[in-house]
């Protein structure tokens, strides 16, 4: 048990520690060992502290007394000015815990191991036997000193298991910069290498997201990027805020790290009766690698928080069926916190494993996303996250995408047996660069349920198919399908243009007949970036215009819309909607500021007795129950006007693990033509500041 306990402390201090004192070139030096060759001083470090232990260790009275034959285990560490310092002692007799610890506070100040030349500190762990016996010492015939052997009665050796991890390990070499692991997806960081994917020439596919880091390693050295931010501290804690994982260990073939995730910020909502806003989220999060090609990720949040009124209120509007008041956008079900506040829980992971280089396979539970923009009409990371497989292939200038996805329809009018009625999505995207500067994708999708017993259709399974002709042969009713294309042009190596078009439904004669029929489900966006605008590095300057017309992402079957945990799939604002979206970023070493600038128009339904049509807005609504056949335009239904302004500023405290200190400001404008009990009008300014491990993306702009 003892041994157990001691293999614990040792790895528990080891992974506290900088992997410095794992691996070092030159072993400490006792003033006795000076003249003794470099080889040799490990052997003679240990026989030198042996015979000290032996000519100082006074067994206790007790030890006489019950003639106690055992030993005493004890961790110990040199550090970079030489000094002993004992980290943990295990003994039967607190005596004898005592004498140990005397012992080591009388031994000399020795020359310290050293690293790359640098004075570094090492841990051990030794056994000192009871009876004590004198340590042996080679024949100076060969001129060495070795260590005592295990069974001599001191045995002041390096415990085996010890020097396993020992030898095992090495420095950290930040391995997951050019792993099978995703990039974690933000927009703003993101955007840090948006110019270096997007050169012309470059054969990256940047519309599927989040990217691998080897993929990004062809084109921008997040590396370097990492290593160039670092400051210069030369304390344990020190590297721990400001540069590191907190713990990064490496071996042979395997490498894992361990970091805090947190996000706590206090607010003010100058709209909400309540005194504050805040959030207090704190959680883990693992990345490991097993070879070259193997590696996962997990993610566990614990959350609480109350935020600005009007995001309470679409929280609440989102509630799930069961005693939960709200679904927070993005995460998942809350549940009440005291009387005014939420607790949701998170999780997400994922396995990365690439069998061959044109191949990698993920299957996780997490979000994806598919575009160029801001937005995604085609698949976006808004809602909460969800079961997915996923196949990248690229080769040649083709990159293609195949995701499965296990949905949720959490409405009371859906759930079986107090479950949650799980619906399927597959989806494809080819991502073909035609030429140096233009891109096209074609996308397909396709959302099915249980219905008769239908489970996971293997139709679907196949990774290269025509889903519309599938859906024609299980029948029309049995699935939602979409069709989607992207394209990206490269004006320049400072502009790109982008865009996307979905296709839901579509009528030729209707268009022609210039009826504006409820038929013609479809919506496009349009945008440009510039980088490193007006020749300032970094600042990236970014204009996107939506526009999605009614009825798109419904379908006559409710459940086959196209959402998940009652959040869209696409567009957070769902369709019925046009929108402009005008976004700046700008970073300078670890600082960074980003601006947002939305204005939009959506069509809403009243919701009333009198009037209780599907105007188009809402995907969860039965496309039958519309308002009429021909005159369907965009805004239709209850016009909402709205207009919203975030700025955020702030500073990467760790760049390893995207710690940022930040203050956000909010201003929102929402303006319906007619207030209903569903939708009201707000003017919402809303500041909070605090500290974040930013990791995914918050969308606020609902």
């Not at 005493?72 to 005592?98: H, P, S």
Request: hydrophobic letters at 35%; aromatic letters at 16%.
């Amino acid at each position: 048990m003892k041994r157990i306990v001691l293999f614990v402390i040792c790895l528990t201090a080891t992974l506290g520690y900088s992997q410095n004192s794992l691996f070092y070139e030159k072993s400490p030096v006792f003033k006795a060992c000076d003249s003794v060759p470099v080889e040799q001083l490990k052997s003679c470090f240990n026989f030198t502290l042996n015979t000290f232990l032996f000519e100082n260790f006074k067994s206790p009275q007790v030890v006489e007394e019950e003639s106690y034959q055992g030993d005493v285990k004890v961790l110990f560490e040199v550090d970079k000015e030489g000094a002993f310092k004992v980290l943990y002692i295990d003994a039967i007799y607190d005596e004898l815990k005592t004498e140990t610890q005397r012992v080591f506070d009388a031994l000399p100040k020795v020359q310290p191991a050293t690293y790359n030349g640098k004075p570094t500190f090492v841990q051990y762990s030794v056994s000192i036997a009871i009876p004590l016996t004198a340590p042996v010492r080679k024949t100076d015939v060969v001129k060495t000193v070795e260590t005592v052997s295990e069974t001599d009665s001191l045995n002041a050796t390096l415990s085996q298991e010890y020097d396993v991890l020992e030898q095992g390990l090495k420095p950290y070499e930040n391995l997951e910069y050019n792993s099978q692991l995703n990039v974690p997806f933000t927009h703003s960081y993101y955007a840090r290498f948006d110019d270096e994917m997007n050169a012309i020439g470059t054969n990256s596919h940047t519309a599927a997201k989040p990217f691998i880091y080897s993929d990004v390693a062809r084109y921008y050295d997040i590396k370097a990027e990492k290593e160039n931010l670092a400051k210069d501290t030369d304390t344990w804690f020190g590297r721990k805020l400001f540069n590191e994982h907190l713990v990064e260990v490496q071996g042979e073939d395997y490498w894992f790290t361990v970091d805090p995730i947190i996000d706590l910020q206090v607010g003010k909502d100058t709209e909400a009766d309540f005194n504050s806003t805040w959030n207090n989220t704190r959680g883990v999060n693992i990345q490991a690698g097993l070879g070259k090609r193997f590696n996962l990720t997990a993610s566990v949040y614990e959350s609480q928080g109350r935020f600005a009124e009007y995001f309470n209120q679409y929280a609440e509007s989102l509630k799930a069926f069961g005693p939960d008041p709200a679904i927070i956008p993005g995460r998942g079900i809350a549940k009440r916190f005291k009387d005014d506040a939420y607790d949701y829980p998170v999780a997400e992971a994922y396995l990365s494993y690439t069998p061959a280089d044109f191949l990698n396979i993920q299957f996780g539970h997490g979000k994806n996303f598919i575009g160029d923009g801001y937005r995604s009409l085609l698949q976006s990371d808004v809602s909460s996250p969800y079961p997915f497989l996923k196949l990248n292939a690229t080769f040649w200038k083709i990159k293609y995408t195949s995701t499965w996805m296990w949905l949720k329809d959490v409405r009371d009018e859906v759930v079986v047996d107090k479950a949650f009625l799980t619906k399927y999505m597959a989806n494809h995207y080819l991502s073909w660069n035609v030429s140096k500067r233009l891109n096209i994708g074609l996308f397909e999708s396709v959302i099915w349920t249980n219905s008769n017993e239908r489970g996971f259709d293997v139709n679907y399974l196949n990774p290269i198919i025509f889903f519309r002709a599938i859906e024609f042969q299980t029948g029309q009713g049995a699935g939602n399908a979409i069709l989607g294309l992207t394209s990206k042009y490269k004006w320049n190596n400072k502009v790109n243009l982008y865009g996307q078009f979905i296709l839901d439904e579509f009528s030729l004669s209707d268009v022609t007949g210039g009826e504006k029929s409820w038929k013609n489900k479809f919506g496009f966006q349009l945008g440009a970036k510039y980088f490193n605008a007006f020749n300032v590095d970094n600042l990236l300057l970014q204009a996107e215009y939506n526009r999605v017309r009614p009825y798109v992402y419904s379908h006559n079957t409710q459940v086959l819309n196209y959402a998940n945990f009652n959040q869209p799939m696409a567009h957070l604002w769902g369709a019925n909607f046009k929108e402009l979206v005008l976004i700046g970023r700008y970073h300078y070493k670890r600082w960074f500021g980003d601006a947002k600038f939305i204005i939009g128009q959506r069509g809403l339904d009243f919701n009333t007795d009198e009037d209780n049509f599907s105007y188009g807005g809402d995907i969860y609504r039965d496309y039958n129950d519309r308002n009429a056949d021909t005159g369907i335009v965009v805004g239709q239904g209850n016009t909402t006007n709205s207009f919203m302004t975030e700025i955020q500023a702030g500073y990467v405290l760790n760049p390893a693990t995207n710690l940022k200190l930040f203050t956000n400001i909010i201003y929102r404008d929402y303006n319906p033509d007619v207030s209903t009990a569903s939708t009201q009008s707000s003017n919402t300014l809303w500041f909070s500041l605090g500290v974040r491990t930013d990791i995914f993306n918050w969308y606020n702009d609902f």
